[in-house]
């Protein structure tokens, strides 16, 4: 996915950018009234790959989607609101470095101190 975000950050046109923010913005929302944004988080990484304008991109992340969706924890919803808005920033910069950054940062949360943890408790 950090390839993918690179791509994005260069490709990207003003309404995917426009339309990641209302993903980050109902995530947000949905995380202060229920906890339960997986499936606009699914969202935002799908049209994360979208904005790469890459067909086999946008389909792994759609593939990657639906093995995950069961796996995303309520527990670090919050963490994943605040990245995706660090990934935007880069984004809106048009940083390809910064939004690979950005998306290293947060898998290596989310994959390394979320999931791990939880799989071994």
């Known amino acids: 996915e950090p390839a993918v975000a690179e791509l994005a950050a260069l490709r990207r046109t003003p309404e995917q950018l426009d339309r990641l923010k209302i993903i980050a ?19 935002f990484h799908l049209c994360l790959a979208e904005c790469s304008g890459n ?6 992340v759609a593939l990657l989607n639906e093995q995950y969706a069961s796996g995303r924890d309520a527990s670090w919803h919050q963490f ?42």
Do not use: P
């Not at 913005?25 to 944004?37: E, F, K, T, V, W």
């Not at 067909?55 to 792994?60: E, K, S």
């Open 55 to 60: 067909r086999l991109l946008i389909n792994t």
């Open 80 to 121: 994943s609101v605040a990245s995706h808005l660090r990934i935007i920033d880069a984004l809106e910069r048009q940083s390809a470095e910064g939004c690979r950054k950005a998306v290293e940062e947060h898998l290596d949360t989310i994959v390394h101190k979320h999931l791990f943890v939880t799989a071994r408790d």
């Open 25 to 43: 913005c109902d995530q947000q929302r949905r995380i202060l009234i229920d906890g339960d944004d997986g499936e606009l988080d699914a969202q």
